[in-house]
């Protein structure tokens, strides 16, 4: 890992993102994934994939393998069914953090299929699931595979950046999941009209309007699905122009190579 020398604000469009589309999956990728790559965009500062998708109710990713990777997935909108070789079975909603350590190899599979699962009463439903997922490599590879997910929808009710996964040694003992990068942290913010906040200060950040609009100091404004990445800078106020309004934000300090 190196240091961020140079500041730079690099604003990226909503619709300039790739894009997988398929019969069930509706996908937006903001670095190289896939058959997509860009020898360019492969990653910003710890963070490799950062996936906007929407699932088809019924339908999602069989199962499939991973290895020395921290998996943080955050649902919008809808319900997600994981399910994964370490026995691990759960329903991911809108206000649940959850985190899947690859580490030595894990297999699993995400569905939007929850009115399937043993005992559910649900009705089956008709809504598709849209979810962001991200993954940052750990701190070394070859660790046990892990998994956890926790509530912090009383905390973002509360206002202001929420930190929600972290390995970051100043969010120990506090409500966020942790991961097995101790140079990264995910924030979220649900904001109305008028709510700001203020952008953490590191070598790294990107900045992603999930939901709503947003001002940004300096740079103005950014709509949904819009990101910002920013190297050596920070502190800027970001200002919701919409009643509701989602960000998710990367503190990271380090970044992948040289």
Known sequence: MTAATTPRVDIRRAQDRLSTQIAWLDS?????????YDPDNTHHGM???HNDDIVSPGQGFDTHPHRDMEIVTWVLRGSLVHQDSMGHAGVI????AQRMSAGTGILHSEKNDSWRLAGSASPEHSEPVRFIQMW???DEAGVAPGYEQLEVEDELMRGGLVPVASGMRKHRGGSAISINNSGAALYVARMQAGDTVTLPEAPYL???????????E???????????RFTATGGQRLTATDRDT????????GRLGG
């Open 136 to 138: 940052v490599l750990p």
């Open 246 to 253: 989602e960000v998710l934000i990367w503190e990271m300090h």
């Open 47 to 49: 963070l490799l994939v």
């Open 218 to 228: 300096g740079a103005g404004r950014l709509s949904e699905g819009d990101a910002v």
């Open 93 to 96: 909603y809108p206000g649940l």
């Open 206 to 216: 990107h900045l992603f309007v999930a939901e709503g609009e947003a001002d940004l």
């Open 28 to 36: 937006k990728h903001s670095f190289s994934f896939g058959q997509h």
